[in-house]
């Protein structure tokens, strides 16, 4: 993800830095409106002995952590390629929506 995303939220009290990009076009948060239930997963967690992970991201992912979701914190709308991807693909790109593709023919270019 270090290159497709722009985590918001790195160096914080819900995340270190390890593992998230900072330049890509789909955008990253970890929610910062959390439900009651989940204000206890990670004191709970730790007090039955597992780590609190703010690096799970960097490539380990053992403990007790929050996960982010493809947000954009700007407008809390759902970040992906359709709104991400396809804006910087500009005119050089023809979205066939609904449609099947019944055979891709392979053509060797090296022999």
Known sequence: ML????FTGADSSSYG?????NSGPIRSVI???MPTQ??????TGTNLGA???LESLGGNPIG?????????SRTYTRSY?????????????YVMDSTRVAKIN???QYG
């Open 3 to 6: 290159k497709v995303e722009t």
């Open 17 to 21: 830095s390890s593992g998230v990009g």
């Open 31 to 33: 929610n910062r409106v």
């Open 38 to 43: 989940q204000n206890y997963w990670i004191p």
């Open 51 to 53: 780590t609190h992970n």
């Open 64 to 72: 007790i952590m929050n996960q982010p979701s493809n947000v954009d």
């Open 81 to 93: 390629v359709a709104n991400s991807y396809l804006p910087l693909a500009g005119t050089n790109l």
């Open 106 to 108: 392979f053509i060797p």
